[in-house]
């Protein structure tokens, strides 16, 4: 099973480049040099140095002790949500603004759902005194409100997709427009596993130290691997990076929780891999939603960030060969999650966090499991969504 995809960028039958022909200059020069970019001991030292005392990395692996007692096993969370901006998203963000600025950018173009890769790349830009255009959905403007007033005052400028369901899918077609008329000075900072080779390749590698420090940590407290390794799926970033240093692990088992918003046969569910076959989505070969004359499905998730009609190429293959294993729950399974986390252990996780924290109730795991989750992000800005669905707003 490989991780990292072929030269043409493929993972088994999924991935490639599939783009108009006016986006092959960008596309090519960063197919060319990401590699010996990322892999230079001038950008790992660099990069490292920002994890570390600009995010606060490592994010400590948690023993969920009230948690486990609930389900009868053993829960360790991965705490991404303690990052700097308070999601993994961080992780991808700075590394593609290193990326940028040694390909000699000045102009970043971004799309976003929750808000966390918007929050997360208007931080990197602030930081690094570039330019910055985010373009969000008009419908998650509305949802995510608390996430568009940190991009302004981060000195963003953030932009409402009109087209379609006016979320995360119709975003990114905005920034690829973008980028098609801005060819030479802008980066295409894409926020998760998906799009066009090499993008899902470096967004895992960004990703990638999420198990890295899990690999470790668990390793240093037990001497031993854990059993099962989980995390939500939108279009795969957080699941990519909890994952990746575990694919050549067999007896490590992998579970990834994708949005059944009200149920997998409602018609209003992000249920990609369910309900999923394959075709080319913002420039990928990969499983999506789709009608039987390839016209795309509007999604549906109560998460902003899991509301995605496809799936990073990675997962695709991951799951056909049978090494991944993907569930879906539903928006009332995921608020459930929230509640449960928030009230057994003082942790308010996002709303597509709670996805995968949802799978303890259906998976049945044992006393002898020791089960990670990647707890990707903290839940404040879905706190409205939270105190409506409990009645709490009174
Ligand atoms: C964006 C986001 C996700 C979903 O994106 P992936 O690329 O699938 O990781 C999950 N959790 C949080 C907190 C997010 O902000």
């Known amino acids: 099973m490989n991780k990292n995809p072929d030269n043409f960028g493929y993972y088994g039958e999924f991935g490639g480049a599939y783009i108009p ?94 808000g966390q890769h918007g929050v997360a790349t208007a931080t990197a830009c602030a930081l690094r005194g570039l330019k910055c ?77 999420i198990s890295e420090e899990i690999k470790d940590q668990f390793h240093q407290q037990f001497g031993r691997q854990p059993t099962h390794v989980m995390a939500c799926v939108g279009g795969g970033s957080n699941a990519a990076g909890t994952f990746y240093h575990f694919i050549d692990e067999p007896q490590v088992e992998l579970i990834a929780a994708e949005a059944g918003g009200l149920g997998v046969n409602s018609g209003k569910s992000a249920a990609t891999y369910q309900l999923g076959s394959i075709g080319i989505l913002h420039g990928s070969k990969s499983l999506l939603m789709q009608t039987k004359d390839g016209q795309v499905v509007e999604p549906h998730s109560i998460s902003a960030g899991l509301d995605y009609p ?51 109730e259906t998976q049945n795991f044992t006393s002898n499991d020791q089960v990670v989750i990647c707890l990707s992000g903290r839940g404040d800005k879905d706190l409205e969504t939270y105190l409506n669905a409990f009645n709490l707003n009174s």
């Not at 001991?41 to 005392?53: C, I, M, N, S, V």
């Not at 899918?169 to 998760?192: C, F, M, Q, R």
């Not at 928030?342 to 995968?356: D, K, Q, V, Y």
């Open 21 to 114: 022909e006016m986006l092959y200059p960008n596309v090519k020069e960063l197919q060319e040099n990401y590699l010996e970019i990322i892999e230079s001991e001038e950008f790992k030292t660099e990069f490292k140095d920002l994890l570390q005392h600009y995010l606060g990395r490592s994010t400590p692996l948690y023993h969920a002790k009230n948690l486990s007692q609930k389900y009868q096993t053993n829960v360790y969370l991965k705490r991404e949500d303690l990052n700097h901006t308070g999601s993994h998203k961080m992780n991808n963000a700075l590394g593609q603004i290193l990326l940028a600025e040694k390909l000699g950018k000045t102009r970043i173009i971004a799309e976003t759902g929750a």
């Open 133 to 209: 255009i985010i373009y969000m959905g008009e419908v998650d403007m509305k949802r995510q409100a608390p996430n568009v007033a940190r991009m302004k005052m981060l000195g963003a400028e953030v932009r409402p997709a009109t087209s379609g369901s006016k979320t995360l899918k119709d975003a990114v077609n905005e920034a690829l427009a973008d980028w098609i008329s801005n060819p030479t000075d802008t980066h295409y900072l894409i926020g998760s596993a998906v799009g066009p080779h090499p993008f899902p390749d470096i967004v895992a590698r960004f990703q990638s130290v």
């Open 310 to 360: 496809g799936i990073g190429p990675l997962h695709a293959h991951l799951a056909t060969e049978k090494r991944l294993k993907i569930v879906a729950v539903t928006d009332e399974q995921a608020l459930k999650a929230a509640h449960e986390l928030t009230r057994l252990e003082g942790i308010l996780p996002a709303l597509e966090s709670a996805h995968a924290l949802a799978l303890l």
